[in-house]
C-alpha cells in the first residue's frame, strides 16, 4: 500500500536553524531507507494484461499481489484477464496494459510484421512450448502419426495452430491429412469433449478442468515442447516506450512476479488461494493442478542453470526461426537480441 508522509505543524518560533536541521534529517532518513521502501512511497500503477479467463495458471501473479511483492517494490500492479493473446496483445499496444502476458513467439509476429510501438520480453515463464493435442486414450489415437486422418478443431491465429507444422515436421506428421475444424477459442474443447471431432489444439494446462468435464474418460495429449518443438511459450512482455520512461516499475514487476511463480510452486494450494480471493469461482483443486503443470513448464536448461525467467539466445533464436517459417514464411529484419532482455532477472 502507498504509505503518505505526515506533515508536522511548525510554530512561528522555530528557528531557520532546527527548520533546516529537521528537512536535512528527514532527507537523510528517507536516502538511508531500503530501496523497497522508498520505492514504496512512489508507485507506479501497472495493469497486467492475462492472456485468457481467471484460470489457475495464473495463481502465481495474484499471490505476488496478495502477499505485497509488487507493492514492496513501488508497483502498483492490477491484473486483467484476457479473452486471448491477440486482444491481450492489443491491449500492450494501445497503452491499455503495461505488462502483458502473453505468447512470445505472436510477439515476435507483430514486431516481425511492423506493428508499432516496439515491445520484448522480460521474462519467459513457459520454456516449454505449452501448446498441445487432446485427444482421448483408449482409441486410434496413440501417437502422434496417428492424428493422420483424423478431424482436429482449432481456432483461427492460434499459437496452438500456426505451430502445428513445427510439431507435424518433428513427429513425421503429414498435416494434409488432417481434416480441421476451424472455431471460437471458447469452442473447439466443447467439441472434444462431446465427440464431435477426435482432439481439439489448445495448452496442456488446461488438462484439470477438461479431464474434469471429460468424467471416466482418460484425456492424452502431445504437448509440443515435449514433441520436438523447440520454441518458448508466454512471457512478461512490454513495449520499449514504457521500459524506457519506468524501468524500475519493470524491474519491479519482473522480480515481484518471479517471486510469485516461486511461492507458487512451493505452495500450490497456497497461490490457489490467494488467487481465489479474487475469482470467487475459482476451482481450488484443478487450479493447484495447474500451477504443478506450469511449474514443469517453466524450468528449461537455461532456467535451471540461470535462474526462473531467465531468456537465452538458443531459445530465442529457435522461437524467432519458427515463426519465420511457419507464420511470417519470411525473415525478419530486427536481430534476435531485440525480442528479449534479461535486464531484471535476478
Do not use: C
Not at 507444422?165 to 472434444?192: C, E, N, Y
Request: hydrophobic share 45%.
Amino acid at each position: 500500500m502507498e504509505s503518505k508522509d505526515s506533515t508536522m505543524a511548525m510554530s512561528p518560533r522555530t528557528s531557520r536553524r532546527a527548520f533546516l536541521a529537521a528537512g536535512l534529517g528527514a532527507t537523510a532518513a528517507v536516502l538511508t531507507q531500503p530501496l523497497a521502501a522508498r520505492a514504496a512511497n512512489a508507485s507506479v500503477p501497472v495493469r497486467i494484461q492475462l492472456d485468457f479467463l481467471p484460470f489457475g495458471r495464473y495463481a502465481p501473479y495474484y499471490l505476488a499481489l496478495e502477499e505485497g511483492y509488487y507493492a514492496k517494490r513501488g508497483v502498483d500492479v492490477s491484473i486483467a484477464p484476457g479473452s486471448g493473446t491477440g486482444p491481450a496483445l492489443q491491449q500492450l499496444i494501445a497503452g491499455r496494459a503495461q505488462v502483458s502476458f502473453v505468447d512470445i513467439p505472436s510477439m515476435m509476429v507483430l514486431m516481425g510484421r511492423g506493428v508499432k510501438p516496439k515491445m520484448r520480453s522480460y521474462a519467459v515463464f513457459y520454456a516449454k512450448a505449452p501448446e498441445t493435442v487432446f485427444y482421448f486414450e483408449g482409441g486410434a489415437i496413440k501417437s502422434p502419426k496417428d492424428l493422420e486422418g483424423k478431424t482436429i478443431a482449432t481456432s483461427a491465429g492460434s499459437t496452438d495452430f500456426e505451430l502445428f507444422p513445427l510439431f507435424a515436421a518433428a513427429q513425421g506428421i503429414d498435416a494434409s491429412k488432417i481434416t480441421w475444424v476451424t472455431v471460437d477459442p471458447s469452442a473447439k474443447v466443447g467439441l472434444f469433449l462431446q465427440g464431435k471431432v477426435d482432439a481439439t489444439t489448445t495448452y496442456v494446462l488446461g488438462l484439470p478442468g477438461v479431464q474434469a468435464k471429460a468424467g471416466a474418460r482418460k484425456v492424452g495429449h502431445f504437448t509440443y515442447g515435449e514433441y520436438g518443438v523447440d520454441a518458448y511459450g508466454n512471457g512478461l512482455v512490454v513495449t520499449d516506450d514504457f521500459a524506457a520512461a519506468h524501468p524500475d516499475a519493470v524491474r519491479g514487476v519482473v522480480q515481484a512476479t518471479i517471486e510469485g511463480y516461486k511461492g507458487a510452486f512451493k505452495d500450490p494450494a497456497r497461490a490457489a488461494a490467494a488467487m481465489k480471493k479474487h475469482v470467487p469461482t475459482l476451482d481450488l483443486e484443478q487450479a493447484a493442478a495447474e500451477v504443478k503443470i506450469v511449474q514443469e513448464l517453466a524450468y528449461g536448461a537455461a532456467q535451471k542453470a540461470h535462474g526462473l525467467g531467465y531468456q537465452d539466445a538458443a531459445g530465442m533464436t529457435s522461437s524467432l526461426q519458427a515463426v519465420e517459417k511457419y507464420v511470417l514464411k519470411a525473415a525478419v529484419s530486427s536481430p534476435v537480441a531485440d525480442f528479449y532482455s534479461n535486464a531484471y532477472i535476478g
